[in-house]
């Protein structure tokens, strides 16, 4: 399956930006989905995940409030809505697809990844 994330951009800091990853090659109907980020010069970190039938849903601490994710498998798209962003939440944003388990917090639970969409926040 292949996954592609867009919608990332500048925005400043109390905005909203609203990601999207497409899956094509593959339907993600029955895979758990997951979004992280990876800030410049730090390691990747768990955002949000959602479950295949979009009935649960998990967040990251420092997003949580803040973050919703949502998923249309009719369109095999994932979504992650964002407000009031922060300077803190700049970062490249990726999705993941967990094909076996129930997805999660941890990365190495997902099996395919896409390329990355760049979110800054000005302050």
């Known amino acids: 399956v292949q996954l592609q994330a867009s919608g990332g951009g500048l925005v400043q800091a109390g905005g909203s930006l609203r990601l999207s990853c497409a899956a094509s090659g593959r339907t993600i109907s029955t895979y758990a989905m997951g979004w992280f980020r990876q800030a410049p010069g730090k390691e990747r970190e768990f955002v949000a995940a959602?479950?295949?039938?979009?009935?649960?849903?998990y967040f990251a601490d420092s997003v949580k409030g803040r973050f919703t994710i949502s998923r249309d498998n009719a369109k095999t798209t994932v979504y992650l809505q964002m407000n009031s962003l922060e300077p803190e939440d700049t970062a490249v944003y990726y999705c993941?697809?967990?094909?076996?388990?129930?997805?999660?917090?941890?990365?190495?639970?997902?099996?395919?990844w896409g390329q990355g969409t760049l979110v800054t926040v000005s302050s």
């Open positions: 959602i479950s295949w039938s979009g009935r649960r849903t």
């Open positions: 993941a697809a967990d094909t076996v388990g129930s997805g999660g917090a941890t990365s190495h639970s997902y099996d395919y």
